[in-house]
């Protein structure tokens, strides 16, 4: 597994510089969007977003080398919940990382169904 060097993120443009918005890379959810940046290369200021901001939101699953936000780590093994389901029910919802009060089988705010170990996903 070679873990990339970033999560999934997006450039957005505006006269002050450019912001950077990065996201979970298994719910798709927005994890950070930093300052305006100024940088002499393209390559120099996605580093410089990384480093102050982008990496300080996300965790690396050390079995399949994705950036994926907290609600979506297990931190017991240091990798996603698709990798290593938790082995009671979490207090997340995986798609979209909204807390979940009471287990219903589906998440309150997305409609996702609720998957946990030992169950199969409908992908």
């Not at 699953?61 to 979490?90: L, M, Q, S, T």
């Amino acid at each position: 597994m070679e873990a990339q060097k970033t999560a999934a993120y997006k450039v957005i443009s505006d006269a002050d510089g450019n912001r950077y918005r990065f996201y979970c890379e298994l719910s798709g959810a927005l994890a950070c969007t930093t300052e305006p940046l100024c940088a002499q290369t393209p390559e120099e200021e996605l580093r410089i977003a990384w480093e102050t901001g982008g990496r300080k939101h996300l965790s690396l699953c050390h079995k399949c080398g994705r950036w994926v936000i907290d609600a979506v780590y297990n931190v017991d093994v240091f990798e996603c919940v698709e990798c290593a389901p938790y082995e009671e029910e979490p207090n997340y919802c995986k798609n979209c990382g909204i807390r979940i009060e009471k287990t219903s089988g589906k998440c309150p705010a997305c409609g996702h169904k609720l998957v946990y170990e030992g169950e199969e996903s409908a992908k």
